[in-house]
């Protein structure tokens, strides 16, 4: 009786031991290893995954505790390779040896427990304007409406062998011409169908509130072979552009996170 009494006070004791062990030591290492993906957009925007949930990384000493660590870099969707990164007015990248990388162009950075594959895209100008007038028609906007933008580019988003179509048309910060409504559409084509992205149409009361969308990144996130898109929205210059993830699903695009 007396020593199946000592074995369950050992047993007692040895789970105290294990969860003060846990508390003192392994919730700090839990801390450490909180953000299992972290994604750096332009200037102004750090995005990083714990658990399930998407967090907008925002804390002045969250930000400068990324400094001169090593992410993937890219610029206008060309990969830099592994380096250094440290923030001031912007992000700023150094290579091994810390000497400066001088770039210009659309920032991307990340760091995740896999390669995280970014599709290559080629902008151009819209020629068919069929999609388009039919997206405009059914905002009830005219079909001779003028653009400040009106671009598509091309890319396998769900990785089944076919291009999907993306569209851009806005009037947005127009200089030659007063629009009496301001829009702003982006759009997806795929097997002839509309799927609406983004869509932002307000009267001008010439307040400058508009956003100028432009495509960014389209990246696969979660590495399950259909990318996500990044679509980024400029603004006048006092105010910091507008940055969002997107995730495709068969029923069309739902926001992940914006820096807003």
């Known amino acids: 009786m007396r020593k199946k009494r000592t074995y369950i006070i050992i047993l007692i ?15 700090d290492n839990v801390k450490k290893t909180t953000y299992s993906t972290t994604i750096m957009v332009s200037n102004n925007t750090v995005w990083s995954l714990s658990g399930k949930r998407w967090l907008n990384i925002t804390k002045q000493s969250s930000i400068e505790s990324l400094n001169w660590q090593k992410f993937n870099t890219y610029v206008d969707n060309q990969n830099l390779g592994n380096n250094y990164v440290w923030h001031d007015d912007k992000w700023y990248i150094f290579d091994k040896n810390k000497e400066a990388i001088t770039y210009t162009g659309k920032f991307l950075a990340y760091k995740a427990n896999f390669d995280i594959s970014v599709l290559p895209y080629e902008e151009e100008n819209i020629t068919d304007l069929t999609y388009v007038k039919e997206v405009l028609t059914a905002n009830d906007l005219s079909t001779d409406s003028q653009f400040t933008t009106a671009s598509k ?20 910060f127009a200089s030659d011409f007063v629009p009496s409504t301001l829009f702003s559409i982006v759009f997806m084509v795929k097997d002839s169908e509309i799927y609406y992205i983004y869509n932002d149409i307000s009267d001008n009361n010439l307040e400058y509130k508009e956003c100028k969308p432009y495509f ?23 105010k910091e552009e507008v940055n969002m993830l997107y995730e495709y699903t068969p029923d069309g695009f739902n926001i992940i996170i914006s820096n807003q």
């Open 13 to 27: 004791v040895l789970a105290i031991y294990f969860l003060l062990l846990y508390l003192f030591i392994g919730k």
């Open 153 to 172: 580019t091309a890319v396998d988003i769900d990785s089944d062998g076919i291009k999907e179509e993306f569209y851009i048309v806005s009037n947005a």
């Open 216 to 238: 960014n990144y389209f990246l696969d996130i979660n590495n399950d072979k259909t990318y996500e898109m990044i679509l980024s929205c400029g603004r006048y210059s006092i």
